[in-house]
């Protein structure tokens, strides 16, 4: 009988060790900028409570009634795998006190999300998002700075093409009228709809302005446009974020059937794109959520933020060619002829090592030329070769990989001597 063979459950992936460099570039690089702009990394369980979603995402999404992995665990508690990263931050920041820290307070998370999903091009069922929120300040200039992160990160990345998509969904004030409006016209067109959206009518409309089937779309073109029915408010709220991405001259385009699939947004909502066109294009979005915190428990809190997915950015990566920085970390290749000399060169190895030099070597095989064959290979900018001959005197030889020039060099000063050589590489 055959053993069975597994395979990666579907919906999810293998990040490889030749695809880390580019996600590592991704991630760590957002990282880099987001504590440069003075946000401080959280990270919060892919685990929490199903409710959370439920009152902070909206009962009547997609993801709550579509899309959530959620189980019953063993003590009966009914939990969820995170679907989007907001509403455990928020929980954290009203859990753990955080609305007593100097505002705003700015935060950053990376990490893996879950959806039950059709399986596409650069969005499986398990993915990796990085993200910002930031708790405690109500001004448009911090809107823009959001987005200008966002946009900042990708052409950090060598991206090209970058454009925002915004528009506001105004508030608890004036987006009622809104709704009534919408739900007039659609009503007047209401056997064009698809199933979903006759459904969505009565219980969240704005989630009609998002519907991708071909029928609704057609439908939506004619509605009316949220921005006519802003307050003054929420209109000059909107006009100001403009104003500063303007001052920075972040490419962007009004979109007034922009609403995002959750329910917390108010005000402010944007999403990103990169250079190619269709769906896969959508690289991520965000906006503003003032009342999230408050829904959850929490203290009245103004609060905005953004999520960028990391396959999609890295499949806009690959599709450009962008350059992966250059960086090798095994610096040396230790190679070594002879019983005493494999003993030194395992002990210089790990001496490299704790010195925070890159290493690696053949120590129990092979010859030297087969040695500085693999060094060849790993792209090792230098090899080190010890025989018995360097074992007596003390000494190693350091070969530079690229020239082929050779130079003799104390044992005792070769760890120090190659720290010098890197230092600040």
Same mark, same amino acid.
């Given at each position: ?14 990040? #490889? ?42 009962? !009547?999404? !997609? ?12 003590? !009966?508690?009914? #939990? ?49 998002? +990085? ?5 405690? %300040? ?43 409006? #919408? ?25 009609? *302005? ?19 029915? *802003? ?39 944007? %999403? ?123 000494? +190693? ?13 104390? #044992?005792?000063?070769?760890?120090? %001597? ?8």
């Amino acid at each position: 009988m055959a053993k069975q063979q597994f395979q990666s459950v579907r919906g999810t992936h293998d990040i #490889l060790p030749d695809e880390q460099p580019r996600f590592k570039q991704v991630t760590a690089t957002f990282a880099a900028l987001a504590e440069e702009a003075g946000y401080r990394k959280i990270d919060t369980p892919v685990l929490e409570d199903a409710g959370l979603f439920v009152r902070s995402v909206g009962g !009547d999404t !997609d993801i709550v009634e579509k899309e959530m992995y959620s189980f019953k665990d063993r003590s !009966d508690n009914q #939990l969820t795998l995170r679907p989007e990263p907001t509403a455990g931050v928020a929980r954290a920041y009203i859990e753990h006190g955080m609305s007593s820290l100097p505002k705003p307070v700015k935060l950053y998370i990376t990490g893996e999300m879950f959806r039950y999903d059709r399986p596409q091009a650069g969005r499986q069922r398990q993915f990796n998002q +990085v993200g910002v929120e930031v708790f405690g %300040e109500a001004a448009p200039s911090i809107d823009a700075q959001v987005i200008i992160l966002a946009y900042r990160y990708l052409r950090s990345l060598t991206m090209s093409g970058v454009t925002v998509q915004i528009n506001s969904i105004g508030d608890e004030v004036c987006r009622p009228k809104y709704k009534k409006a #919408l739900v007039d016209y659609l009503k007047s067109r209401i056997d064009d709809l698809c199933p979903d959206c006759k459904r969505r009518l009565e219980s969240n409309p704005l989630r009609v *302005l998002d519907c991708k089937e071909p029928g609704c779309a057609k439908v939506v073109e004619g509605a009316p446009q949220i921005v006519d029915f *802003l307050c003054k408010p929420c209109h000059a709220h909107f006009t100001g974020v403009l104003e500063y991405l303007d001052e920075f001259d972040v490419p962007y385009e009004l979109n007034h059937l922009l609403v995002r699939g959750l329910d917390y947004y108010t005000r402010t909502v944007f %999403e990103v794109y990169g250079a190619r066109e269709g769906a896969q294009s959508a690289l991520g979005g965000g906006g503003r959520y003032d009342g999230l915190i408050q829904e959850l428990g929490g203290q009245a809190t103004p609060a905005v933020g953004f999520g960028l997915g990391v396959e999609r950015i890295i499949i806009e990566l690959d599709f450009a060619k962008a350059p992966l920085p250059n960086k090798q970390p095994v610096k040396v290749f230790v190679a070594s002829l002879g019983e005493p000399a494999r003993l030194a060169g395992f002990k210089l190895l790990e001496q490299l090592l704790d010195g925070r030099v890159g290493a690696v070597g053949a120590i129990d095989k092979d010859g030297i030329a087969a040695q500085l064959g693999r060094a060849d290979k790993l792209g090792a900018p230098y090899a080190i070769i010890i025989g018995q001959k360097e074992v007596f005197d003390k000494t +190693v030889i350091l070969r530079d990989m690229a020239s082929g020039a050779q130079e003799m060099i104390p #044992l005792n000063k070769i760890v120090e %001597e190659l720290q010098k050589r890197f230092a600040g590489a």
